[in-house]
């Protein structure tokens, strides 16, 4: 699997849109950008993925760009709660047995 | 959503005493699951594939007798910690895909803390 590279932490305001960026440069042409976030002491939760298009779902959106070697995941309205570990991850396919490989990932905070 | 659920949430043992993990999949039939162990302050790091019905499939450098994984049927794997000593104290994650949902996304579920003491 393609690896990808995000900024290890950032801020953001309770209310604001959070803008969490991540690099594949790598990807191939059947590999998924994936988004999971991890709360403190939880197991990872799933929030968006796509392949080419952008994608939008109750939680965020998500923004490819036409090279697919980048993607940017957005929190329309970031609320304290939103503050986790965010991981972009980049998986062949869609079938069940693809094992998910987590990087660093981001931290954010949510600051009132 | 799917739900995968995880027993026990936490749990302190002796140093030498071993440990029972399980995972099930409560809505949906899993034929792969997947454990990680996490410890503070890192990513998840993927320990071994379960596979129903077969031999689990461990990464590079995870021992395969001292974490022994098994899959017996299609909502339950477990993963059992042998000969506990501190350093396995970890935070234990499993997830699970099902392969009749349209968006395969993995299903976590909430992990494990193991205290060896």
């Known amino acids: 699997d393609a690896k990808t590279t995000q900024p290890p932490s950032m801020d953001c305001a309770e209310g604001r849109a959070a803008n969490l960026p991540c690099n594949h440069s790598t990807i191939s042409g059947n590999e998924y950008v994936y988004w999971y976030r991890q709360i403190h002491s939880q197991g990872p939760q799933y929030i968006i993925h796509g392949l080419k298009n952008n994608e939008t779902n109750e939680m965020a959106s998500l923004i490819i760009t036409e090279d697919r070697k980048s993607s940017t995941l957005i929190l329309p309205h970031a609320t304290l709660r939103d503050t986790a570990v965010y991981y972009c991850?980049?998986?062949?396919?869609?079938?069940?047995?693809?094992?998910?490989?987590f990087g660093g990932g981001t931290r954010v905070l949510v600051k009132p | 959503g799917a739900v995968v659920s995880q027993h026990p949430s936490r749990v302190i043992c002796k140093s030498g005493t071993s440990v029972k993990i399980e995972c099930r999949s409560l809505d949906f039939q899993a034929t792969t699951m997947f454990w990680y162990r996490q410890f503070p302050k890192q990513s998840l790091m993927l320990m071994a594939t379960s596979n129903e019905g077969s031999k689990a499939t461990y990464e590079q450098g995870v021992e395969k007798d001292k974490f022994l994984i098994n899959h017996a049927s299609l909502t339950l794997s477990t993963l059992t910690v042998t000969s506990a000593h501190p350093e396995d104290s970890s935070f234990y994650i499993c997830?699970?895909?099902?392969?009749?949902?349209?968006?395969?996304?993995?299903?976590f579920g909430q992990g494990t803390r193991l205290t060896v003491v």
């Open positions: 991850i980049v998986r062949v396919g869609l079938a069940a047995g693809n094992k998910l490989t």
């Open positions: 997830s699970a895909s099902s392969p009749d949902r349209v968006n395969t996304e993995a299903f």
